[in-house]
């Protein structure tokens, strides 16, 4: 390999702002093909700057992707559109990062972050939701490979995708915890069948996918045989960084539409919803305060517990608010805009209407942990209290009751 | 710039002089012993934190004696004193009627009296009813006429000890606001008994009282108005420490009480409660930082930060502190474990400065959100 780029660029924020500026000089985004812009930056080490050289990355401090983007976004350039591919960024990719082999590292890595391919996470089955640790679908050892056959459920993205992080059973004798492997499986073979889950909103966002003898190559494994459930964690630590991070403007979220509701002097508005308006408003902008103290917290050095209060609040927040707008828009709050089925490229939890804001945020206590795992989660992690009795950790996963 | 919403490394000091002193100086036995004797407080422990850590002179300018500091450290202070639900007069005296002084202009008499204040010589307080809330009309309660002051104010903070009354009244020509000393002939202060037995309220007469005048109609309903702001600010930050005494306090009960055979705080019930009250923490504290930070910069958000905070803040506490009793079960409800004194601060705290729901209606329009007509 060349030498390095730290060597000769500084890893401070004028020594990225320049590298883009350099960039930027040679790739104009004006002229330049889309797909052929965002490849050349990954090689360039600015599409994640916290990732090493070679793999999209300089090996700089976290903290000065923005730096990069602010020159991109003032140049016009084009950007990876990563709310369509969230899956892929926030949980495959540092996943791959920490278990996968250089060729793995170096196959998948570049068309992730270009958006060239999509990626879904095959975890949660109907047998195994908040007890993730417990999933069934089953991986055999055939020769040079792996035959899959199982049923994934709540899988966004997966009829888009071109890959997806699946964990699946490989040691049914083994407990639970230890029974598991980490695979990438190819989502256009033969055995992966991909079907709309329709929800309470009417729309699908998300999907079932059934698993029939599915074939995944030894070769796209990540980790050892029955370190899934450590690889995993990996991918779930990630999956609440992604969830908690991102600073907020006053009324950024589901705050601002009921506010911007209130301000039009909807049918239902009298002193009383007046005074929970208030108390939510407020509450939202003491949560809103409660996460940038605490990324003032990390970029102090000193991360707190209180990520997990973060979705806790915001959960509880999206669904208080989203339920008085409905009240406060009166017989309009009777009417939904559409039932059918409809299959969105990313979800909006303040887009749409009223009703499809109040049913989808029914999910936020839901996914990525549901708020009473949270809760105990809060309770034995940070309040220091007795761990729930478990009766499953030292069983073979076979003999467990389900 | 951006708020600091964490600690810095003086106010953690800070902080950690105070609880030293208050563990040592104000166990709960001896909170319950001195309001026994008839809710006077405890001087001593007053006079300790005046003169021994400058509590009461934090945000008081170098040149009247004081340490030049903010309205950070001072609510770190209070943060402190609610967790040990001390019974000193901190909130009316170096909270309230020090920045009333403060806001007046500098003058011979506001001056002294400042520097005697911050210094612990004397107690001073503000003459408002303790529930007063910002955005309401200024008091005319007392009247002022030619430097002489008549009128009665019911429930001040701490109006017993104090050697100085701060004393909003109305003049021939509008708003002013006076000195009084407790000594001249025409005060009463009685002492009525206090739903917070660690905070004592008096209720104040004044009958043709001689007054020295420190703001005239130009200023002294802002002076007024700033002060109530600021105390109101500062007493999120109390209730910040009042909500964790009472979350920390039923965590160790929890842990050591079994019945049927387990660890109460094994319950998932219980524990799910506790996470909770842990939740509402979180916030509540980031919100009263921000507003001991916007007060203590002077910032443009202030008034919104402080509405955030004290309505937040006042249910927190009041929350916090109605879950430490009832998950003690049957010690909670007794008089002699401190979970009631926790009780009754959080619920007068409630309503000290405004209530959530008078808070909401100023907090509002500031925001763009206007009751419904």
Redesign the interface.
Known sequence: MSESVADTVELDAEGLRSRTREFLASNDPATTDRGEFLRARFDAGLAWVHYPEGLGGLGAPRALQPVVDAELEAAGAPDNEPSRIGIGLGMAAPTILAFGTEEQKQGFLRPLWTGEEVWCQLFSEPGAGSDLASVGTRAERKGDGWRVTGQKVWTSSAHNARWAILLARTDPDAPKHKGMSYFVCDMTDPGVEVRPLRQITGEAEFNEVFLSDAWIPDSNRLGEVGEGWRVAQTTLMNERVAIGGRPMP?EGGMSGVV?DT??K?PEG???A???R???L???A???R??G??LG??LA?GSPGP?GS?MK??FARLSQELSGLELELLGQEGLRYDDWSLRRPETVNFTGRTAGYRYLRAKGNSIEGGTS?V???I???R?????A??RADKDVPWKDLPR | M?P???YSTEEQDLRASVRDLLTDRCPPERVLELCEEGGTGDPALWHTLATQLGATSLNVPDELGGQGASVREVAVVAEELGRFVAPVPFLGSAVLATSALLGCRAGEHRDAVLAEVAAGNRTATLVVPLSSCVGGSFPTAVRAREGRLSGSVRTVAEGAGADCLIVPAGGAEGPELYVVDATESGVTVDAVTSFDITRPVSDVDLEDVAGVRIAGPDLAATVLEDAVRTGAGVLASEQVGVAEWCLDST?EY??QRYQFGR?L??Y?AL??R???L??EL??????A??AADQLATAGDDAPVAV???Q??CA?VARHAAEECVQLHGGIGMTWEHPAHLYLKRAKADEIALGS??AH??V??PL???H???
Do not use: C
């Open positions: 006053r506010a209130w301000r002097r508005a009298d002193a919803t007046y005074d308006l208030m108390a408003w407020v509450e902008e003491a949560l305060l409660a940038k103290r003032q917290q102090a209180e209060a806790l609040g009473e949270l809760r105990n809060i309770a034995e940070v309040l220091g209290l007795p729930e009795a | 951006s600091n919403l964490l965590v929890l842990k660890a705080a094994s998932q524990k799910h506790l996470a909770d842990w939740y979180v916030v509540a504290r980031a919100a930082r921000y509405g955030v905070a309505s937040l249910r959530p729901s909401h209606g907090l509002g925001v763009d959100l009751p419904a007509p």
